[in-house]
């Protein structure tokens, strides 16, 4: 089992378009409907590949690390698995990743259609009080808020929120 301790932050400014050197990738991804309490069940389509992710709940001890399970699965069971079972929970976005120092990588996406506007960084760290260079382009950090995970941009995208 692999467990995913990240950081999610809001940005301050554009700056960090300084620091790509590579294209984005252009991910489509959907939720299956969650029961209360349950786990994330994602389906992703990034670079013609099928990807299914299953998500536990934030661990208590840190607040920001739970299990993951990610596997590679066919193209078309993917884009069936987004059809079938996820309906208008779907979320668009571009992906651009670029080094953090230290063997770290920042991933900020750039959310599309409903979600458009918005922009998160991320960085995925081996534990959770690993140090880390914060750049000035840094803006608040929303780890812990709810809203602005994937799953609940699916169900309430980004454009519907009263107050942004």
């Known amino acids: 089992m692999g467990i995913e301790i990240e ?3 809001l940005l301050k400014n554009q700056n960090w378009r300084n620091e790509v050197i590579v294209p984005p990738e252009n991910f489509v991804q959907g939720y299956f409907q969650r ?35 990610e596997y590679l699965i066919p193209l078309q069971d993917a884009e069936n698995m987004l059809s079938e079972f ?20 920042w991933e900020v996406d750039e959310y599309l259609d ?5 922009f998160t960084a991320e960085i995925e760290l081996p534990s ?16 812990g808020d709810p809203r602005y995970s994937n799953g609940a ?3 309430k995208p980004f454009s519907l929120w009263e107050e942004q």
């Open 153 to 155: 941009l699916s169900v």
């Open 7 to 9: 950081r999610k932050f």
């Open 114 to 118: 409903l979600n458009a506007g918005l």
């Open 86 to 105: 996820c309906g208008s929970r779907i979320v668009k976005k571009l992906r651009y990743r670029f080094p953090a120092g230290n063997g770290l990588f």
């Open 35 to 69: 029961v209360s309490g349950g786990p994330t069940v994602r389906i992703r389509i990034a670079d013609q590949k099928g990807i299914i992710t299953i998500k536990g709940r934030n661990k208590e001890d840190s607040g920001i690390g739970r299990s993951e399970f």
């Open 128 to 143: 959770a009080d690993t140090e880390f260079c914060r750049p000035e382009w840094l803006g608040d950090d929303v780890s």
